[in-house]
C-alpha cells in the first residue's frame, strides 16, 4: 500500500487573493471555506480525495524567510508553453531569478505573493 497526496497547503496572507490565482492558473473552484479563513479550491465535480489533489490556501500572518523547500511545478494542457506563460503572467504571476541561467527549458514564475513555481515545457492532456 502507499500514499497519494491528497493536499497541498500553502500559508497566504490573503487566501481569498491566492484561491482566486491559483483557481484560475489550475481550472480549479472553491470546494470548502473554514471557520478560520482557509480556503480549499480543486478540481470541479471531484473534491477531496479525487485523482488530483486540493489546495489548501491558509491565512498567515508569518513572514516568509529564505527559499521555499517545496514549489510547484505547473504544465499547461491546452495550449504552448509561451502562450501559457502569457496567461499565466496576465493572471498575475511573474517572472523571478532564483539562478537560471537561461537555458533551462522552464520558466520560474512567483504568485501574487511570490511563492515560486514553474511553468514547465511539456504539454499534459487533461484528466
Given at each position: 500500500?502507499?500514499?497519494?497526496i491528497?493536499?497541498?497547503?500553502?500559508?497566504?496572507?490573503?487566501?481569498?487573493?491566492?484561491?482566486?490565482?491559483?483557481?484560475?492558473?489550475?481550472?480549479?473552484?472553491?470546494?470548502?471555506?473554514?471557520?478560520?479563513?482557509?480556503?480549499?479550491?480543486?478540481p470541479?465535480d471531484?473534491?477531496?480525495?479525487?485523482?488530483?489533489?486540493?489546495?489548501?490556501?491558509?491565512?498567515?500572518?508569518?513572514?516568509?524567510?529564505?527559499?521555499l523547500?517545496?514549489?510547484?511545478?505547473?504544465?499547461?494542457?491546452?495550449?504552448?508553453?509561451?502562450?501559457e506563460?502569457?496567461?499565466?503572467?496576465?493572471?498575475?504571476?511573474?517572472?523571478?531569478?532564483?539562478?537560471?541561467?537561461g537555458?533551462?527549458?522552464?520558466?520560474?514564475?512567483?504568485?501574487?505573493?511570490?511563492?515560486?513555481?514553474?511553468l514547465l515545457?511539456?504539454?499534459?492532456?487533461?484528466?
Open positions: 500500500m502507499a500514499c497519494r491528497s493536499e497541498l497547503v500553502i500559508d497566504a496572507a490573503d487566501p481569498d487573493r491566492l484561491a482566486a490565482f491559483w483557481s484560475k492558473v489550475l481550472g480549479y473552484v472553491e470546494i470548502d471555506r473554514e471557520d478560520d479563513g482557509s480556503i480549499a479550491i480543486g470541479p471531484a473534491g477531496f480525495g479525487g485523482a488530483l489533489p486540493i489546495v489548501v490556501l491558509s491565512p498567515s500572518n508569518e513572514p516568509r524567510t529564505g527559499k523547500r517545496v514549489h510547484i511545478d505547473v504544465n499547461a494542457t491546452d495550449r504552448d508553453q509561451d502562450a506563460l502569457e496567461r499565466l503572467l496576465a493572471l498575475g504571476a511573474r517572472p523571478v531569478d532564483v539562478g537560471q541561467t537555458t533551462e527549458s522552464w520558466h520560474v514564475l512567483a504568485d501574487p505573493e511570490g511563492n515560486e513555481f514553474c515545457r511539456t504539454r499534459l492532456q487533461p484528466l
